[in-house]
């Protein structure tokens, strides 16, 4: 796993543009993956709330079929066996 600074800049970016519009969507045209949450409750942890979610759907992937999927898509941007580079949250 490596560090991509545009990566963090693009995403710091995205984030102070929803905040500042009060929306939640991803970003149009986006290349690399990009995961959102939002929980009904504000939990007492987000960043290991939103991990913990994301990590959930191992539970859907096909390890004898590797790869990406709408279900398990947030699965492989936590999993550093499927994902190459990161930004910090």
């Not at 490596?2 to 929803?18: C, F």
């Not at 991990?51 to 096909?62: I, L, N, P, Q, R």
């Not at 990406?68 to 580079?85: A, C, D, E, I, L």
Request: charged residues 20%; glycine residues 6%; proline residues 6%.
């Amino acid at each position: 796993m490596t560090w991509d600074t545009s990566l963090a800049k693009g995403a710091e970016d995205w984030a102070k543009y929803l905040a500042n519009n009060n929306l939640f969507q991803h970003a149009p045209n986006i290349q690399a993956g990009e995961n959102l949450y939002l929980s009904g409750n504000k939990p007492d942890e987000p960043c290991t709330a939103a991990t913990k979610a994301f990590y959930g759907e191992v539970k859907y992937y096909d390890f004898n079929k590797p790869g990406f999927s709408k279900n398990t898509g947030h699965f492989t941007q936590v999993n550093p066996r499927y994902s190459r580079k990161t930004k910090q949250s």
